[in-house]
């Protein structure tokens, strides 16, 4: 609704700063438990996987706006997936639909990187607020791969 007009350049901040402050919990939480590594290793594997996915996009020059529908029914999928985690708490169910989500968050800045330069997404709030999500996806998901492990 306010994608279109100044407005939405307030409302992107204010989601990237509530996003920011629910991170804030999480990540004292995990310095106390595990330290700062797993905090640098999810850094680094989300900056990682954002230029790795972003440079084959830019470099190839491939249109995959075609990708859309598939992204859509997958993030359905695995969004359906851990709700029925939720009740049946099945560990490889969690990690499953974990790795689903950062499989298609980084399909995902694919996709939006490549509907930017082709010309699909002339709006770059929707484009900001988009790749600022996947960013946090692949963050927390990383973040959980690398600090909650057990070390016994």
Same mark, same amino acid.
């Given at each position: 609704? *306010?994608?279109?007009?100044?407005?939405?350049?307030?409302w992107c901040f204010a989601l990237t700063g509530f996003m920011?402050?629910?991170?804030?919990?999480?990540?004292?939480?995990?310095?106390?438990?595990?330290?700062? =590594?797993?905090?640098? @290793? &999810?850094?680094?594997?989300? &900056?990682?996987? !954002? !230029?790795?996915?972003?440079?084959?996009?830019?470099?190839?020059?491939? *249109?995959?706006?075609?990708?859309g529908g598939f992204l859509f029914i997958g993030i359905m /999928? &695995?969004? !359906?997936?851990?709700? &029925? $985690?939720?009740?049946?708490?099945?560990?490889?169910?969690? @990690?499953? /639909?974990?790795?689903?989500?950062a499989v298609l968050s980084t399909g995902i800045i694919m996709?939006?990187?490549?509907?930017?330069?082709?010309?699909? =997404?002339? $709006?770059?709030?929707?484009?900001? /607020?988009?790749?600022? /999500?996947?960013?946090?996806? @692949?963050?927390?998901?990383?973040?959980? !791969?690398?600090?909650?492990?057990? =070390?016994?």
């Amino acid at each position: 609704k *306010n994608k279109n007009n100044s407005s939405g350049i307030a409302w992107c901040f204010a989601l990237t700063g509530f996003m920011g402050v629910t991170l804030g919990p999480i990540l004292s939480m995990v310095l106390a438990l595990r330290g700062a =590594e797993p905090i640098m @290793l &999810a850094l680094g594997s989300t &900056a990682l996987t !954002f !230029f790795a996915a972003s440079a084959y996009v830019l470099q190839t020059r491939k *249109n995959l706006s075609a990708m859309g529908g598939f992204l859509f029914i997958g993030i359905m /999928v &695995a969004f !359906f997936g851990g709700i &029925a $985690n939720i009740f049946l708490q099945i560990p490889a169910l969690a @990690l499953t /639909v974990s790795c689903m989500f950062a499989v298609l968050s980084t399909g995902i800045i694919m996709w939006q990187t490549s509907m930017i330069i082709h010309g699909g =997404e002339r $709006n770059y709030i929707s484009a900001t /607020v988009t790749l600022f /999500v996947m960013l946090y996806n @692949l963050f927390t998901i990383f973040l959980s !791969f690398f600090g909650m492990g057990s =070390e016994e």
